[in-house]
């Protein structure tokens, strides 16, 4: 008899049957021969026994095919999509010369050495070293970037300018001195193609191809005692300028992108939410790049923190709408907050023990007592066209708290409490708020019209209305940052609540804040309804 196994359960087959019902065996590395009627060895049943072997490893390799297909479809679909349009590459160009000019007074430039000969002089070398190189001023006039479809973001400017100063020295058999001298750039040109795919940790990696830089005009300015002097033979030293500058040009670009990559290497796609979760913003896949825009599919799903098994249900795929008037889109799918919900609730984010002193006085009961309230399953999570519901089952449980005693339950009971939420951005942060809709006792219908039940449901309306959401909106309240490049804020946002995901569509606004850090780190504030917050409010 053979077996196939699966885990730990087997699955007998039965062993092929030959005619007049014998029966083919393999015992140990031998193999015995069915025999006919006439008692002469027959061969008939070791072909169907390597048959059949050949069967059953086919079968087993479908199997583990099945469940790596399985186990890729469960989390195909993404939490989060963000979609940066030509328009947010169009304030690129000019927040980027705003950024360049910033890094072009804070950076330092390599020093310039060489040695040229100047033949004019009859001087047969002169080495010189520009030192203290600034950049005071530069223009890039016609500066684009643009979507190359299937690769990246071209970049291309032509006709800028620049001018630099910077301390000099020059040494020679016949003299050496020094002073200051200006450098005024014209005609310079790049052009380079930024590609930005996934690394197998699930981060952005940045790469610049097909770099392309040149300077086409270098005038030297010397000032000094002698500078009339220099300035009349500059002429020749700025053709070895100009070559060396060529030469720097795009090993000092490229330099500066694996500067920046390195940063977003260094970032935690697995980041610690608050003391119950942990949330997994990792890209899925490389970005999808057309003609008219970029898509970035990042996971967005929350763990539990002792427990990094995917939650019990899949994503539904959504799709962003074919839109180009704001400069960038998010996407929030209703499976992220589905995660959020069961990541907290399966971590005991959502038991709650408040004291209610002035509920007690209004109600004129004879001592205050606690209320402790539980979730008895994960929030249920509801986006639909214009509505974003959050409904809670729980239980309530009501304990009186005397001075020299301990706690003892006056009622307990399973309720539903339906909630709106309410959604607005401030600066870069989604601010959520809850209002409560209704509420049903889990009781008999019989029961509904007994007046201590009356009382009770307005006990616990008062609970919920003057202590739990309260409480749940002063945290909600802080809000939890939005994913957005380094020193970018969102600007004219809006916020739609479509079929199964939240839509944000926003402008940028390149800022210097006092404080603030840089890209994805934004989500680690978020918590729902309980719990400690770690993200700061906006400044």
Known sequence: MFTLKRGLQTTPLAAP???AGFKAQVENTSTSKAEGIDGAPQLWALPLLKMCTKMVRVLWGCFLLWNVYISSAWTTHPGIKARATQRALDYGVQAGMEMIEQMAKERSI???????SLEFLKVDYVNYNFSNIKINAFSFPNTSLAFVPGVGIKALTNHGTANISTNWEVKSPLFQDSGGADLFLSGVYFAGILTLTRNDLGQPNLELQDCHAQVSHAHVSFSGELSVLYNSFAEPMEKPILKNLNEMLCPIITGEVEALNANLSMLEVLTKIDNYTLLDFSLMSSPEITENYIDLNLKGVFYPLENLADPPFSPVPFELPERSDSMLYIGISEY???SASFAHFAAGAFNVTLSTKEIAEIYILSQ????????????VISLLPGNFTLDIPASIMLLTQSENSTAEAIVSMDFVASTSVGLVILGQRLICSLSLNRFRLSLPESNRDNIEVLRFENILSSILHFGVLP????KLQQGFPLPSPHKISFVNSDIEVLEHFLLIS???KYETPLKQQPSFYGWEGLNLINGQWRGNSVP
Do not use: H
């Open 17 to 19: 049957q030959g005619p």
């Open 110 to 116: 390599p020093d310039l050495r060489g040695s040229e």
């Open 336 to 338: 992220f907050f589905k």
């Open 368 to 379: 205050p007592f606690m209320v402790r309230i539980m979730a008895t399953e994960p929030p």
């Open 471 to 474: 409480l749940a909106n002063a």
């Open 506 to 508: 926003t402008d940028l």
